[in-house]
């Protein structure tokens, strides 16, 4: 009899421990599950690839570096201050993008005496980049006023035409865009200032609308 009760015993146990050997591998295996469905649902929404310095604007791919926000547009590969979703609230008129679209020539003036000439070079050189290269545009360089450290013509909104018409850069503590005939103004912070170059770039690229 007690060998009867010993071999039921050692049946028991066994059967026991493979139940809950079962149901370790059951709960395992469920949470493998869970953790992969959010990380597909991640993958799929949340607007970043495996790269935590990646991100995608509206199937545009950005890659955030030292140097700024890093993306390619036809092969070329552009610099942007800006990822287009921070700027989204930069509202500008159609009939500013409407003015520069399609020209063989812009004229972009600023004044030579500003204390913030780093940004009116840096808007000049991105903008003048992307339009002669990507929009058959040329930015043609102008001052407001004389200046020995500039061998550029003068330029104002006085002379801006419906064939060549004028950006003009401007400091002023509240950043706006104006359209006054064909004069495009743009006035800010050096913040504000190259916000704007990035947002007015952004939509002549086609990636914000």
């Known amino acids: 009899m007690s060998r009867i009760r010993k071999h039921k015993i050692g049946k028991d146990t066994s059967t026991k421990r493979k139940r809950r050997k079962l149901r ?8 493998f599950a869970g953790v992969l469905f959010i990380s597909v649902v991640g993958m799929m929404f949340g607007g970043v690839s495996h790269n935590p310095d990646d991100y995608v604007y509206k199937q545009q791919k950005f890659t955030r570096t030292n140097q700024g926000w890093m993306t390619n547009v036809d092969g070329a590969s552009l610099r942007f201050d800006f990822f287009p979703g921070d700027i989204e609230q930069i509202n500008i008129s159609s009939d500013v993008f409407e003015t520069l679209k399609s020209k063989k020539v812009i004229w972009l003036t600023f004044n030579p005496a500003t204390k913030d000439l780093q940004t009116m070079e840096l808007t ?8 002669s290269t990507h929009l058959g545009t040329y930015i043609s360089g102008g001052i407001t006023q004389d200046n020995l450290d500039y061998s550029l013509p003068i330029i104002n909104c006085i002379n801006a035409t419906p064939e060549i018409p004028v950006i003009l850069l401007e400091t002023a503590n509240q950043s706006s865009v104006e359209k006054i005939g064909d004069c495009i103004q743009i006035k800010g912070t050096s913040n504000g200032i190259i916000a704007i170059k990035d947002r007015i770039a952004y ?5 914000m609308e």
Do not use: A
Request: net charge neutral; proline share 0%; hydrophobic share 50%.
């Open 24 to 31: 370790k591998e059951t709960v395992w295996t469920m949470i």
């Open 124 to 131: 000049r050189f991105e903008l003048g980049n992307l339009f």
């Open 203 to 207: 939509q002549m690229l086609g990636i």
